[in-house]
Protein backbone atom coordinates (compact mmCIF):
# COMPACT_ATOMS: atom_id res chain seq x y z
CA UNK A 1 0.00 0.00 0.00
CA UNK A 2 0.88 3.52 -0.45
CA UNK A 3 -0.59 5.39 2.74
CA UNK A 4 1.88 7.42 4.87
CA UNK A 5 0.31 6.29 8.43
CA UNK A 6 -0.16 2.89 9.59
CA UNK A 7 -3.57 3.74 10.50
CA UNK A 8 -5.64 6.64 10.46
CA UNK A 9 -5.22 7.44 6.69
CA UNK A 10 -8.94 8.44 6.05
CA UNK A 11 -9.09 10.13 9.28
CA UNK A 12 -6.54 12.33 8.24
CA UNK A 13 -7.57 12.59 4.63
CA UNK A 14 -10.83 13.96 5.94
CA UNK A 15 -9.48 16.38 8.76
CA UNK A 16 -7.42 17.86 5.85
CA UNK A 17 -10.18 18.25 3.24
CA UNK A 18 -12.28 19.74 6.38
CA UNK A 19 -9.43 22.09 7.39
CA UNK A 20 -8.81 23.48 3.67
CA UNK A 21 -12.53 23.97 3.15
CA UNK A 22 -12.54 25.97 6.60
CA UNK A 23 -9.61 28.25 5.87
CA UNK A 24 -11.43 28.88 2.14
CA UNK A 25 -14.77 30.22 3.99
CA UNK A 26 -16.80 26.96 3.67
CA UNK A 27 -18.41 24.27 6.02
CA UNK A 28 -19.44 21.12 5.64
CA UNK A 29 -23.01 20.09 6.23
CA UNK A 30 -22.69 16.51 7.53
CA UNK A 31 -23.44 15.11 10.95
CA UNK A 32 -20.79 12.67 12.32
CA UNK A 33 -23.09 9.77 11.53
CA UNK A 34 -22.57 10.88 7.15
CA UNK A 35 -19.30 11.84 7.12
CA UNK A 36 -18.11 8.57 8.78
CA UNK A 37 -20.47 6.78 5.98
CA UNK A 38 -18.92 9.10 3.15
CA UNK A 39 -15.36 8.29 3.93
CA UNK A 40 -16.04 4.17 4.44
CA UNK A 41 -17.71 4.81 0.92
CA UNK A 42 -14.50 6.26 -0.60
CA UNK A 43 -12.26 4.08 1.20
CA UNK A 44 -14.10 1.33 -0.04
CA UNK A 45 -14.18 2.08 -3.83
CA UNK A 46 -18.20 2.26 -3.60
CA UNK A 47 -18.36 6.33 -4.63
CA UNK A 48 -16.72 6.87 -7.53
CA UNK A 49 -15.07 10.36 -7.93
CA UNK A 50 -17.39 11.80 -9.41
CA UNK A 51 -19.92 10.51 -7.17
CA UNK A 52 -17.93 11.95 -4.16
CA UNK A 53 -17.66 15.79 -5.60
CA UNK A 54 -21.34 16.01 -6.45
CA UNK A 55 -21.72 14.81 -3.22
CA UNK A 56 -19.64 17.31 -1.28
CA UNK A 57 -21.02 19.93 -3.33
CA UNK A 58 -24.79 19.30 -1.71
CA UNK A 59 -23.25 19.16 1.50
CA UNK A 60 -20.57 22.71 1.08
CA UNK A 61 -21.94 25.57 2.28
CA UNK A 62 -20.38 29.09 2.14
Known amino acids: MNH ?3 DGNKRT ?3 VMDTF ?3 NGYSLNL ?3 QAYD ?3 QVAQS ?3 K ?3 AGY ?3 AIAP
Request: charged share 20%.
Open 13 to 15: AFA
Open 31 to 33: TNE
Open 4 to 6: PFI
Open 56 to 58: LEK
Open 38 to 40: LVM
Open 21 to 23: LRL
Open 46 to 48: QMS
Open 50 to 52: SDL
